[in-house]
């Protein structure tokens, strides 16, 4: 979402690092659903941008989440 590389930030101890996220959380579903999950159920997340995602119920979705973050940085461009 935001573009964040752990290793550029923290060397090579953030090489491979990566959150994963349910594109339908686990906790907004049915708890006697079976869970399982594929690869199109999941994307990729830095820690900050998972954890925003999870700030409502339901999850923001990726986009609107790029979304949030686009419109947050022009308007920090324009306050400049």
């Known amino acids: 979402v935001c573009g964040f590389e752990f290793k550029?930030?923290?060397?090579?101890?953030?090489?491979g690092y990566i959150e994963c996220h349910h594109l339908n959380p686990l906790a907004e579903r049915d708890?006697?659903?079976?869970v399982t999950s594929t690869l199109s159920d999941v994307?990729?997340?830095c820690a900050n941008c998972h954890r925003m995602a999870h700030r409502r119920k339901?999850?923001?979705?990726?986009?609107?989440l790029q979304n949030m973050i686009n419109e947050?940085?022009?308007s920090d461009h324009?306050?400049?």
């Open 8 to 15: 550029a930030q923290y060397g090579g101890i953030g090489g």
């Open 31 to 34: 708890s006697r659903d079976k």
């Open 43 to 45: 994307t990729v997340l």
């Open 58 to 64: 339901p999850a923001i979705a990726i986009t609107e």
């Open 72 to 74: 947050q940085t022009r």
């Open 78 to 80: 324009v306050a400049e």
